[in-house]
């Protein structure tokens, strides 16, 4: 399996624990995939959470951020720099509802991208 291949199967993992995700007291959320056990800590971003949990060799296309209708920039895809500085829990409220619709958009990317892999 490549690394695009397995950061697919990882978002596809979050997207499986959706309703956890949106309990405020569950601050790291666990879920396994056909490849493994892995965690979610809703104090990190989308892709500190694929970098510790896969590698930091693990990098989401920049493409696929650009792409997505509510992109801000590509360092900090979600609501900018300084709500990324301000926040504490990136897995609450509006931040949960954006954070979501990028790892679909995330997931329909790569899947086109592998060929329905």
């Given at each position: ?60 296309d ?29 897995w609450?409220?509006e931040q ?19 060929g329905g892999?």
């Open positions: 399996m490549n690394k695009d291949q397995e950061i697919l199967e990882y978002l596809k993992g979050v997207l499986s624990v959706e309703q956890e995700l949106a309990l405020e007291d569950n601050m790291v959320v666990f879920f396994t995939t056909d490849d493994g056990c892995y965690s979610l800590d809703k104090n990190l971003s989308i892709c500190d959470n694929i970098w510790n949990n896969l590698s930091f060799e693990h990098e989401i920049t493409r696929h951020f650009k792409s997505w209708k509510s992109y801000y920039d590509v360092c900090y895809p979600v609501l900018g720099k300084r709500v990324n500085d301000e926040t504490d829990n990136f609450v409220g949960l509802k954006l954070r979501l619709d990028l790892v679909k958009h995330l997931v329909n990317c790569y899947e086109k991208e592998l892999y």
